[in-house]
């Protein structure tokens, strides 16, 4: 299965996400946000990047614009569960318009990652 570095930074819905993969037997490595996540980058390329959007030092749409800089063409998910004056929809809109394979609104379902998994992976 596929090598994925999640990144984000709410502790439980991580942890959540990461056993998901693990049950679907993917390995997955984490970072609690974007400036962890590009500093991994350095040691190992995943397959596959499932990131955040709102998180601190570097938050997912830095993280992408800066994977985009780079050229990096590592496929990414982005999620997002919204704030109070920021909506989850705009968040992964503003994502998609960046390029990532696909977008998920927290809370998701196993069936939804896998078909995320899917369509980004091809």
């Known amino acids: 299965m596929a090598n994925i570095l ?7 819905f991580r942890d ?33 990047i499932i990131t955040d959007i709102l998180m601190p030092k570097l ?8 994977l985009a800089r780079r050229h990096v ?17 705009f968040n992964l809109e503003s994502a998609a318009l960046l390029g990532v394979k696909a977008t998920l609104s927290k809370p998701f379902v196993r069936d939804d990652l896998r078909k995320a998994l899917v369509k980004a992976l091809g």
């Open 16 to 48: 959540m996400l990461v056993q998901m993969l693990i049950l679907d037997a993917h390995h997955v490595n984490i970072a609690t946000d974007g400036q962890m996540g590009l500093g991994m980058l350095s040691h190992k390329t995943p397959d596959l």
């Open 59 to 66: 938050d997912g749409i830095d993280f992408i614009m800066e």
């Open 6 to 12: 999640v990144i984000d930074d709410d502790d439980q």
């Open 73 to 89: 063409s590592i496929p990414v998910i982005a999620v997002s569960g919204g704030r109070r004056s920021i909506s989850a929809e």
